[in-house]
């Protein structure tokens, strides 16, 4: 069995895929019961909600085997267990990319009115999640799982979107459900065509007492609103290293290319034109959605470089001496800084002695003198000099010197050094779209032992 990208999912038929759907609280107990094939008991589903939910013992392995049954599960905020159950050798991964997929349903129609899904939510939406049980598989197969298509005819508070008895409008949705963009409903009409690109990276980086980077990785996004009419054909083109040095002939440009690891698309992204062209050709959904997510390793340019010197002065001051410096180019802002430089615990007061920029002050919350900029330009260094006075402790224990972080945002700048070459957008109606291209690179684990 195999995921493809059209929002259903093809299935080998000699398997039996998933028998029974189950929702179980913390206690054990079976709130919503959903057999499909009548191979799997209560009883069967029972020795699971004994032995594994009530112990406590979900968070060990997301797929048990007990007896003839595979139990496979997923939690949901902490509270309840989303299981699938199955009597043969199923595709595993399948059957919980269904589960996280019909998390997101769930999501989609009561999770954000009620804050939460717990007990409460499902329970009180007991019939309309038995309503979308019975629509989203067939048999154990699963079948749409689109949300905007399931929303036109299943609906809360009594009010449809179309007529059910208007054999045209359902014979629309069916097109939908089973065409080939399953996730884009045709007709689409906007009155001033756009699309909203966003690149956004979360850096994250180790780097030594002396200096020396001992880990860094980026881990991005990028996000599209799309606000197009009709049925629009999109190619989007990055740095991507390939392109680049197959295109070195071509072009006069210093760009390198990037190398791109782990990446994941969109289930509207034809795979076989990135394998052949590397570039990224999609009918887009209408509204906000992640075109593609990816992880780069190499060549990562840091944003921020932090010079620290820590000196504790017997057992009674900490001497502390941070400079951080800005990477990128002067005419962008870093914005939201917050340097967290760490201090012992026993530390009964922490003294700001000179400060290049912005505010700073111990708190004892954090075990930490927090260092806040609002606005950081570009190819500029500040400096932090504070003391530590340390309350008397009886205790020999070293100060473990965790190391300082960073938080921040920086618009207009990559640290994998990612670009946007070019986007085309080709409808049968021939409008000018205008397009917007946005790049953030955002902190994710940013540290510097001292």
Request: net charge positive; hydrophobic share 40%; charged share 25%.
């Amino acid at each position: 069995a195999e995921y493809m990208g059209r929002g259903s999912v093809v299935l080998c038929l000699c398997s039996k895929m998933i028998s029974s759907i189950l929702l179980i609280n913390q206690k054990g107990e079976i709130l919503i019961h959903r057999s499909y094939k009548g191979d799997v008991s209560r009883s069967d589903a029972l020795v699971f909600c004994n032995r594994v939910v009530a112990a406590k013992e979900t968070g060990e392995t997301p797929i048990q085997q007990i007896g003839a049954c595979h139990f496979i599960h997923t939690q949901i905020q902490g509270d309840i267990t989303l299981v699938a159950i199955t009597t043969s050798n199923s595709n595993v991964m399948l059957i919980l990319k269904f589960l996280y997929k019909l998390v997101d349903v769930f999501k989609a129609y009561f999770g954000a009115r009620e804050g939460v899904i717990d007990e409460n939510a499902i329970r009180k939406h007991f019939v309309l999640i038995y309503e979308l049980l019975d629509e989203i598989i067939d048999y154990g197969f699963p079948q749409i799982l689109e949300i905007d298509i399931l929303k036109k005819y299943i609906t809360q508070g009594g009010t449809r979107t179309i007529d059910l008895n208007d054999a045209e409008q359902l014979k629309k949705i069916t097109t939908s459900a089973t065409g080939s963009t399953s996730w884009r409903a045709e007709g689409i009409k906007h009155r001033k065509n756009e699309v909203y690109i966003d690149v956004i990276e979360n850096v994250n980086v180790l780097i030594s007492q002396k200096g020396q980077v001992l880990r860094a990785d980026v881990a991005g996004e990028i996000k599209v609103k799309c606000q197009l009419s009709g049925m629009p054909e999109c190619k989007f083109g990055m740095n991507d290293k390939l392109v680049m040095t197959r295109d070195g002939n071509k072009t006069k440009s210093q760009d390198r290319g990037i190398a791109l690891d782990d990446v994941r698309f969109h289930q509207c992204v034809r795979l076989s034109k990135f394998d052949l062209e590397r570039t990224i050709t999609f009918i887009p959904p209408d509204g906000v959605f992640e075109l593609m997510s990816y992880r780069i390793t190499e060549n990562i340019n840091l944003p921020f470089k932090i010079l620290p010197v820590v000196q504790e002065r017997g057992r009674t001051k900490i001497e502390y001496s941070v400079k951080i410096k800005a990477n990128f180019e002067r005419n962008i802002f870093a914005t939201d800084v917050v340097v967290k430089i760490p201090c012992p615990r026993h530390t009964a007061k922490g003294n700001i002695v000179n400060i290049g920029a912005g505010k700073a002050k111990f708190e004892s919350s954090q075990q930490a003198i927090m260092w806040r900029i609002k606005r950081f330009p570009g190819d500029t260094e500040y400096t932090l000099f504070a003391e530590a006075e340390l309350a008397p402790s009886t205790q020999e224990r070293q100060w473990s010197r965790p190391p300082i972080a960073m938080a921040f945002q920086v618009p207009m700048f990559t640290a994998s050094g990612l670009r946007v070459r070019f986007l085309r957008i080709q409808e049968k109606s021939n409008y000018k779209p205008v397009k917007w291209i946005r790049y953030i690179t955002k902190a994710g684990s940013y540290q510097h032992r001292i």
